[in-house]
């Protein structure tokens, strides 16, 4: 019979004829943490009695949510992953590598695989065609021990996407658009799958931000087919040979289909404090915001740089306004250097900051003051999620983002393009 992406992998991994709903054991092929779930994840794994990984090279301690550490605390929870690392012989990426989620699309996940983390956003590496979730530690734990866990095969609400975007709009306003559309819980314990012909010429950077932001619609995987775009993406990343094709069969069964107008789309902004809480950018125009954050595992990568930079160019931040920038990894960072991203950026007075998650979590590097607002590029804006339950996040994409710099006050990005 005909499979989804999600019941395919989970049959191939699982070693059985899987259909939503079933429950499988299946292999785990890549199982991380980052230094904010990590500490309780390694205890775990010490408590239940284990001592050898099951794969060492695909078990990954990641230094990335406070980075560099903003605290005694913190740094003491970084001593324990890298002795972990250390002492057992698993990856470590230290502090500057950059965010997990984007490392592992750029390293490590592959089209078939199934990889989990201590994380809700390791569903990002769904865009390679990977079957990606996020775990508890405790499961995490497990998966490093033995390899292999449990899953509900879940049911799958097909995304058809058709037409062109408008200039102006991008990967971020669809997936806003679309989880506004359904509701933060609209797709609970569901696989996401995208396709139709918008997505098909859609670049691996906005399949990343789409499959990032799934779980905002509370769903278990956000996926895609690994196409020849995705072989384009590996062999640039070195990684020809970890290329496979995958899809869905042509007569699958869906809970049901969405299909959005890609054509019809307009720039989107979630207002706080819930993701769902959705309106266009130029219904909130006017609106002051005291900071504008562009980077994190949904818009760090570096073709949201250029959007930004090529939007800030010759000018400069509102002087009301900061500006701070977090590229997504070390090789982000380095492109958008040679590029003259960077320098653009700077030009306009923004903050460049070390790749990682940097403000997004409400650790360091921006927190924000009271009554203040931020206008982010990150994928969360409940209250108190940039460290300070008395401000207020709005989420948008980076053309908005660099926009809103300029002007100080939420801003259409084709009134300035």
């Known amino acids: 019979m005909a499979k989804t992406l999600a019941e395919k992998i989970l049959s191939h991994k699982s070693g059985l004829d899987a259909r939503a709903g079933d429950i499988v054991v299946a292999q785990v092929d890549l199982a991380f943490v980052q230094d904010t779930t990590g500490p309780l994840t390694l205890r775990e794994f010490e408590a239940g009695g284990f001592d050898q990984l099951a794969d060492k090279e695909r078990t990954i301690l990641f230094l990335d949510h406070a980075a560099p550490s903003p605290n005694q605390q913190l740094s003491t929870d970084h001593i324990l992953l890298r002795r972990f690392a250390e002492k057992r012989g698993c990856l470590l990426s230290d502090v500057g590598q950059g965010v997990c989620h984007q490392i592992v699309a750029e390293s490590f996940a592959r089209p078939g695989d199934i990889v989990v983390g201590a994380d809700s956003h390791t569903v990002t590496a769904g865009a390679l065609g990977a079957f990606a979730t996020g775990m ?74 789409i499959a990032n932001m799934s779980v905002e619609a509370g769903a278990k995987a956000g996926l895609f087919a690994a196409d020849d775009l995705t072989r384009d993406y590996l062999t640039k990343q070195e990684r020809g040979n970890d290329y496979q094709p995958i899809a869905p069969d042509n007569d699958a069964s869906y809970q049901k289909t969405i299909d959005i107008d890609a054509v019809g789309l307009e720039p989107t902004v979630s207002r706080p404090h819930s993701v769902d809480n959705t309106a266009l950018a130029r219904e909130l125009e006017g609106t002051r915001i005291q900071q504008v ?91 108190g999620r940039m460290g300070n339950p008395e401000a207020f996040i709005y989420l948008a994409s980076p053309a908005t983002a660099a926009a809103t710099a300029i002007t100080g006050r939420i801003t259409d990005p084709r009134e300035v393009l």
Not at 144 to 169: C, D, H, M, N
Not at 314 to 342: C, D, F, M, N
Not at 352 to 372: K, T
């Open 293 to 383: 954050f562009i980077g994190t595992c949904t818009n760090g990568r570096l073709e949201d740089l250029a959007v930004a930079a090529s939007i800030l160019k010759g000018k400069k931040r509102h002087p009301q306004t900061r500006l701070i920038v977090a590229p997504a990894s070390r090789k982000v960072l380095l492109e958008a250097i040679e590029t003259g991203y960077i320098k653009t950026l700077v030009e306009a007075e923004a903050v460049i900051i070390s790749p990682g998650c940097g403000a997004c979590l409400g650790l360091h590097q921006g927190v924000l003051g009271d009554g203040e607002a931020c206008l982010s590029t990150a994928n969360r804006n409940f209250k």
């Open 136 to 209: 508890g530690s405790s499961d995490i734990a497990v998966a490093f021990a033995l390899g292999k866990t449990w899953f509900r095969v879940p049911e799958t609400i097909r995304v058809v996407t058709s037409g062109s975007f408008q200039k102006g709009v991008y990967a971020k306003d669809l997936i806003l658009h679309l989880i506004g559309q359904i509701g933060a819980d609209g797709a609970t314990y569901k696989a996401l799958e995208f396709g139709g012909d918008a997505v098909d010429l859609m670049p691996i950077s906005d399949r990343l931000t």
